[in-house]
């Protein structure tokens, strides 16, 4: 199973053609980032409704098995006490990395924590 963990600010404009997320996906952004939304078209001429992501920080694997008990699949994290939380489920080879790249960067409101498997 694989795992994917970002650091993630819904921009505007797309950084990266390949960083979006569904709007229906992603209802729990909708109060937050409402603004955001806009429309993708797709290469057969259908629009879907979504947000355009930056990544700021990325990391694979590095996770403690309890990791999988707490946290679901497809889920997001918006402030920084849930952010001191998820550090304690991350593999002790992982933390200052960790550390670095997310706690250090992480600022409540502008960007949040997106995690997939």
Known sequence: MGLDISLIKIVKEPVDELCWLNS??????L???KEFLSYR???DGTK????????????RKGV????????NADEFIFTQPEVLILNQYI???YQQTFQI???GK???????????Y
């Open 24 to 29: 229906d996906e992603s209802q729990g952004l």
């Open 41 to 43: 078209t797709h290469e």
């Open 106 to 116: 992480f600022k409540e409101g502008v960007n949040f924590i997106m995690m997939g």
């Open 91 to 93: 593999h002790p080879e």
């Open 31 to 33: 109060t937050s980032y």
């Open 64 to 71: 403690l098995k309890s990791f999988y008990d707490k946290y």
């Open 48 to 59: 879907e409704q979504d947000y355009w992501y930056e990544e700021l920080s990325y990391q």
């Open 101 to 103: 790249d997310f706690i």
